[in-house]
């Protein structure tokens, strides 16, 4: 397995999300893994309300935001710096931006990035929702929110999800690895 590297040590992006409809700009942001931030804004993980209940609206006519990098930058605080430069700019522009942090007052200077539990970060690594893991697993929903939230649950049920993480994945994850509590 490979080395997962610091936020610090990778290149960051700065990008956009575009609303297909009319093409404005609707929301800044940065990441050192674009793609996968992108997947979490389309599952609205780490969202913003304004954000949120535009990428429902854009889902019930059958659209998603598209996804723009606008530069990619080998400095956490310069990214930091550039992604302050492009929500002012874009708001300069009459851009309606949705961006919950940064809009009205700066960052301070850490990473903003939402902390999920190991279980629901290897589930959003496996493509799964909650009900598509439900569903191969044979675990309820809410045991599995439960896992997601740090509860314990039965060690039987916390298998059974390991399982198909392990299956989707293509390597074993343990109940140790996906630090899922057991009773």
Same mark, same amino acid.
């Given at each position: ?23 404005? =700009? ?42 723009? =990098? ?114």
């Amino acid at each position: 397995m490979t080395k997962r590297l610091k936020w610090v040590d990778k290149q960051h992006q700065v990008y956009a999300l575009i609303d297909p409809r009319d093409n404005a =700009i609707r929301y800044i942001g940065i990441s050192d893994d674009t793609q996968y931030r992108f997947y979490q804004h389309l599952q609205c993980i780490g969202v913003g309300k304004r954000e949120k209940q535009w990428i429902k609206e854009l889902r019930r006519s059958g659209l998603r935001p598209v996804l723009r =990098i606008l530069e990619t930058i080998d400095s956490r605080s310069t990214a930091c710096e550039r992604e302050r430069y492009w929500i002012q700019e874009m708001l300069h522009r009459g851009s309606p931006l949705l961006n919950d942090i940064g809009v009205i007052t700066t960052y301070p200077q850490h990473d903003f990035t939402p902390k999920l539990s190991k279980v629901r970060e290897l589930r959003i690594k496996a493509a799964l929702n909650v009900s598509r893991l439900s569903q191969l697993s044979d675990v309820s929903r809410p045991t599995i929110e439960k896992m997601e939230n740090d509860e314990p649950v039965r060690a039987d049920l916390a298998s059974a999800v390991c399982r198909v993480l392990s299956e989707r994945l293509g390597y074993e994850v343990t109940i140790e690895d996906a630090k899922i509590k057991v009773l």
